[in-house]
């Protein structure tokens, strides 16, 4: 199982990027996918998720209104669109997948961890 996350770079505030976690070895079909980051210093923090089986979403408070978690099922992938990024979302960005089929941002729920991508937003 792998799930590498793509997508993350330097940006300004107020700037936006698209993160993409693609999964090998499992589709994602049946499963809760989970966008986590962590900052330096910081603990991990939980950032979205998606249900697989209807589409149910779930936003941290930090980033709603901001962020938006999507999939594409024909290319096993799940997507974080960021918009109005500010200097505190600076983190490594990963995704995990979620076994048990909550929409819930607890670390527990999920089983597997994939790699993660660096946001880093500043002027």
């Known amino acids: 199982v792998q799930l590498p996350a793509f997508g993350g770079g330097l940006v300004q505030p107020g700037g936006s990027l698209r993160l993409s976690c693609a999964a090998y070895g499992f589709s994602l079909d049946y499963y809760t996918i989970g966008w986590f980051r962590q900052a330096p210093g910081k603990e991990r923090e939980g950032v979205s998720c998606i249900r697989s089986s209807d589409h149910t979403t779930y936003y941290a408070d930090s980033v709603k209104g901001r962020f938006t978690i999507s999939r594409d099922n024909a290319k096993n992938t799940v997507y974080l669109q960021m918009n109005s990024l500010k200097p505190e979302d600076t983190a490594v960005y990963y995704c995990?997948?979620?076994?048990?089929?909550?929409?819930?941002?607890?670390?527990?729920?999920?089983?597997?961890w994939g790699q993660g991508t660096l946001v880093t937003v500043s002027s």
């Open positions: 995990a997948v979620g076994t048990r089929g909550l929409v819930r941002l607890w670390p527990e729920l999920y089983d597997y």
